[in-house]
């Protein structure tokens, strides 16, 4: 098993910038590719980033150019720097883990944090 913990939600002016962390505890490996989805009021959880187990990184084309996620697999954690905020980010943010990166980036991955909120006014 996998514990996801999220960190570092908060309230932020459009054009911001903040930095969420996923800490990964458990059976935690550096070959788990991990990502990021969100949920906003009335809407599906999207998929946002996610990074495979080598580096590679996908992005929502919503927020290619302005979200970046790395991680430290030292540290077993996943970071989503998020900068140039809209209020459309607005959102409950989760951490999501698997082995397989297609289950990451499709929402099946087998492991998921309870969520931070981000919540970016205009």
């Known amino acids: 098993q996998v514990q996801l913990v999220e960190s570092g939600g908060g309230l932020v002016q459009a054009g911001g910038s903040l930095r969420l962390s996923c800490a990964a505890s458990g059976r935690t490996s550096s070959s788990y590719a991990m990502g990021w989805f969100r949920q906003a009021p009335g809407k599906e959880r999207e998929f946002v980033v996610a990074?495979?187990?080598?580096?590679?990184?996908t992005s929502h084309a919503a927020v290619k150019g302005r979200f970046t996620i790395s991680r430290d697999n030292a540290k077993n954690t996943v970071y989503l720097q998020m900068n140039s905020l809209k209020p459309e980010d607005t959102a409950v943010y989760y951490c999501t883990a698997d082995t397989s990166t297609r289950a990451v980036v499709d929402g099946t991955g087998n492991f998921w944090g309870q969520g931070t909120q981000v919540t970016v006014s205009s």
């Open positions: 990074i495979s187990p080598s580096g590679v990184t």
